[in-house]
């Protein structure tokens, strides 16, 4: 019976219809959450005042209380396409704050749309990583024929990091890379 019960509501929730929006529509007095990654939102970014918060770390009823939301202002969720805005705005209603909508094609449609926005060109995680890791195993080659083969501990080093991210699936590199100042 309750198996049934949690269908049921579940099945009412899905068809919920979320607003959607075009993202012309928008305007800068709205209220927006941007819940892309970090690094995807100092690429590129709405300039129009919003929050940023990674979807993750979206708390819905939290989010609310925290900034005194009480539903007379329709909140438009932004992501990168639309689809994790559609899962965060259902996240929404079901924390009792229905008046959701989300940009149809998410930052690519605004972009497209004309919409003002803030851009910066960086070099992404994986390039930054190859560069790191080239610079360091070519060093510790060039310091071993030029200096002393104890240098040799630099690729070996690499080597052994990136067989042990691969065998974790944890990447301790773009950990690293994070928490530099050029990725914050």
């Known amino acids: 019976m309750i198996k049934n019960l949690k269908t049921f509501k579940n099945s009412e ?3 919920t219809k979320i607003k959607q929006i075009d993202a012309r529509q928008l305007k800068e ?15 590129i970014a709405l300039k129009y005042p919003h929050w940023h918060v990674e ?3 979206v708390n819905p009823k939290e989010f609310i209380r925290q900034y005194h939301l009480d539903g007379s202002k329709t909140l438009y969720i932004l992501c990168t ?3 994790k805005s559609r899962q965060m705005a259902q996240k929404f209603i079901e924390a009792d704050y229905p008046n959701v909508a989300i940009l149809t094609g998410g930052i690519i449609q605004a972009k497209t749309s004309g919409l003002r926005m803030i851009e910066h060109h960086y070099w992404n995680m994986q390039q930054q990583k190859d560069l790191i890791v080239g610079i360091i195993i070519l060093t510790g080659f060039v310091l071993c024929f030029l200096m002393s083969m104890i240098f040799l501990i630099l690729p ?6 990136l067989i042990i991210q691969g065998i974790l699936g944890q990447n301790q590199i773009e950990k690293m890379l994070m928490k530099c100042p050029w990725n914050k």
């Open 55 to 57: 979807a993750d770390d």
């Open 29 to 43: 007095t709205d209220l927006i959450l941007d819940i892309r990654s970090h690094i995807r939102h100092s690429k």
């Open 156 to 161: 070996v080093m690499i080597g052994f990091i």
């Open 81 to 83: 396409t639309g689809e």
């Open 13 to 15: 929730l899905n068809r």
